[in-house]
């Protein structure tokens, strides 16, 4: 009975510390609401639009008077010959990214931490990341320019140096495309990648590299055995979001560099879901891809997350 009693007693303790700790920290507490609110409206409401996928939806008839047509529109998605061919761009390029544009943010932190000259460090920090400011329309268009068979600039460096006898056609030729795309995103988003790992390296206490030192070990043993063991949580956390996300090719970019005659290597998921739910009306469809696509990825995310778990032992939960 006494125990009980006491039990009860340190229950009802524990409600007011943090009735009493919710009351002195009101002030934080509610500069959290509009971020919920946000949240609600723009991430859970609009999940009620999924019906749609089940359904042969009409804008006319709206959500209730639709007629429902349960897996049809999944299986459509699956039989559709076309869909092998952009499965296959999403995964070479995501992949491609995954094995280049992952590492490459990471090793250039380490780089720029390794710099001692304060003013070359950041004068490098500021060049790598202005590219990631400018909108996909204008850096892609100033890829496109300098890709150009006509007066374009690598091409005109190709053939000044005797490299190429005549223009290359790098965006009307689909076997480019693939590279293209990986090192135009690689140039964007090199620098402004780099600044988690750079803020992670910085909170590395300086005593253990002393210590690494001290034991005589050189800057690559350093960099092997003290920076990059204290950046694995941030580096593997990136890893699980890279490897949940390898449907996703970045839609902005895709669309400003395709064209008619790169459509065969640079068709992908996002382009393809936009083009049946937008141009061709087809809501329904594009809806039941793009669920499929989220099912996909809430299980690699589940998958990778385990993995690292059992291997690191490190993971997002």
Known sequence: MDVDMSQSVNIQKRKTNKFARFRRQIGLQTMVVPGLMALLIFSYLPMFGI??????????????????????????????????????????????????????????????????????????????YLPHFISWVIYGGIVIRLLAVDGGLLNMILLNTGLTQSPVYF???????????????????????????????????????EAAIIDGAGRFRRIWHVTLPAIMGTLVIFLIFQISGILNTGFDQVWVLQNALNISRSEVLDTYIYKMGIASMRLSYASAVGLTKSIIALILLVMANYVSNKVTEKGIF
């Open 51 to 128: 019906i749609i996928a089940f359904q042969n939806y009409e804008v006319a008839t709206g959500f209730f008077n639709s007629q429902f047509v349960g897996l049809k529109n999944f299986q459509s998605f699956l039989t559709d010959p076309k869909v092998y061919a952009t499965l296959r761009n999403t995964i070479s390029i995501s992949f491609l990214g995954l094995m280049i544009n992952f590492p490459a943010p990471i090793i250039f932190a380490i780089l720029l931490n390794e710099l001692r000259n304060g003013a070359f460090k950041r004068i490098t920090q500021t060049i790598s």
């Open 171 to 209: 965006l009307n030729d689909p076997g480019y495309f693939y590279g293209i795309m990986i090192t135009t995103s690689l140039v964007k988003g090199l620098g402004f990648g780099s600044i988690i790992y750079l803020a992670a390296i910085s909170g590395v206490d300086m005593e253990v590299y």
